[in-house]
T-cell receptor
Framework: EAQVTQNPRYLITVTGKKLTVTCSQN?????MSWYRQDPGLGLRQIYY???????DKGDVPEGYKVSRKEKRNFPLILESPSPNQTSLYFC?????????????FGPGTRLTVL | RKEVEQDPGPFNVPEGATVAFNCTYS??????FFWYRQDCRKEPKLLMS???SGNEDGRFTAQLNRASQYISLLIRDSKLSDSATYLC????????????FGGGTRLMVKP
């Protein structure tokens, strides 16, 4: 079954305490992304990766880091979380082979930074 | 001006009604268009791609008007299970081949 998994699903943390949200896909997709979703602002892309060791900034990259050491994993790192990073985060994996363009989202991570 | 704009709604309709949503996009070079569905507190899922000639999938019809830069989604014979937020998505073929999401239109189908 095509799947994107994220962990943790829920996290409450405090300002400044480094955290990592993991993301993994089993579809052998090259393209992966991280989004945050906030009321009234919709889905905004944080970072994306078009292949292993290739990452680039999306629309709202400040305060985030990512890495892509292997094709299946694309962790999101918050080195020093702040309350304005409280949000719902989605990892996504995108199939672009053979004319397809379908993006699969993970189940989401609800992050609260106190 | 937002790159992809949608009426946030909510659209409250009775079961069996026909409802239509529009979405406008700003970049005339945009190449690919999609509708995603998002249930409350869940991840978005692809509902359908939108082709230049228009396309239909059961009760759902999507259309593209390149001249006016908008896409539409028509839902016939609404079901309670159609209640969700519908996201308009555009691939503007910019650097990074990024997808740009509209803010979503919320649909509530009532018995």
């Amino acid at each position: 079954e095509a799947q994107v998994t994220q962990n943790p699903r829920y996290l409450i943390t405090v300002t400044g305490k480094k955290l990592t949200v993991t993301c993994s896909q089993n579809m052998n997709h090259e393209y992966m992304s991280w989004y945050r979703q906030d009321p009234g602002l919709g889905l905004r892309q944080i970072y994306y990766s078009m292949n292993v060791e290739v990452t680039d900034k999306g629309d709202v990259p400040e305060g985030y880091k990512v890495s892509r050491k292997e094709k299946r994993n694309f962790p999101l790192i918050l080195e020093s979380p702040s309350p304005n990073q409280t949000s719902l985060y989605f990892c996504a994996s995108r199939g672009l082979a053979g004319g397809e363009d379908t993006q699969y989202f993970g189940p989401g991570t609800r992050l609260t930074v106190l | 001006r937002k790159e992809v704009e949608q009426d946030p709604g909510p659209f409250n309709v009775p079961e069996g009604a026909t409802v239509a949503f529009n979405c406008t996009y700003s970049n005339s070079a945009s190449q690919s268009f999609f509708w995603y569905r998002q249930d409350c507190r869940k991840e978005p899922k692809l509902l359908m791609s939108v082709y230049s000639s228009g396309n239909e999938d059961g009760r759902f019809t999507a259309q593209l008007n390149r001249a006016s830069q908008y896409i539409s989604l028509l839902i016939r014979d609404s079901k309670l299970s159609d209640s969700a937020t519908y996201l308009c998505v555009v691939n503007m073929r910019n650097a990074g081949n990024m997808l740009t999401f509209g803010g979503g239109t919320r649909l509530m189908v009532k018995p």
